[in-house]
């Protein structure tokens, strides 16, 4: 079982930038593909980005493409979200998820292992 921690949330004006990450111990990161959620307050859980194991391929939410990227680095066995040109809709928890497949996926069924959320609230 992989236990994930996300961190770099905060609080940031429309506009702004903000990069999260996301460290993975207790099991192997770099032969999973692994995804970014989001959850805002009364709202349900939604695919933010998901990058392949080895980061060839990645996969974007309409809402956030050309704003943010994902990457990965395996040898640190942490997951990333560089996060620009802010907007206040993005406002939510913002939550790391560990695919127990290569490839990558916008569903969260598709996601076994998650981590505890990092916030992120963005001001106009």
């Known amino acids: 079982q992989v236990l994930l921690v996300e961190s770099g949330g905060g609080s940031v004006q429309a506009g702004g930038s903000l990069k999260l990450s996301c460290v993975a111990s207790?099991?192997?990161?770099?032969?999973?593909?692994m995804g970014w959620f989001r959850q805002a307050p009364g709202k349900e859980r939604e695919f933010v980005a998901a990058i392949s194991w080895l980061g060839g391929t990645s996969d974007y939410a309409d809402s956030v493409k050309g704003r943010f990227t994902i990457s990965r680095d395996n040898a640190k066995n942490t997951l990333y979200l560089q996060m620009n040109s802010l907007k206040p809709e993005d406002t939510a928890i913002y939550y790391c998820?560990?695919?127990?497949?290569?490839?990558?996926?916008?569903?969260?069924?598709?996601?076994?292992?998650w981590g505890q959320g990092t916030q992120v609230t963005v001001s106009s």
């Open positions: 998820a560990r695919r127990p497949l290569r490839s990558t996926a916008r569903v969260r069924a598709g996601y076994d292992d």
């Open positions: 207790g099991d192997t990161f770099g032969g999973y593909a």
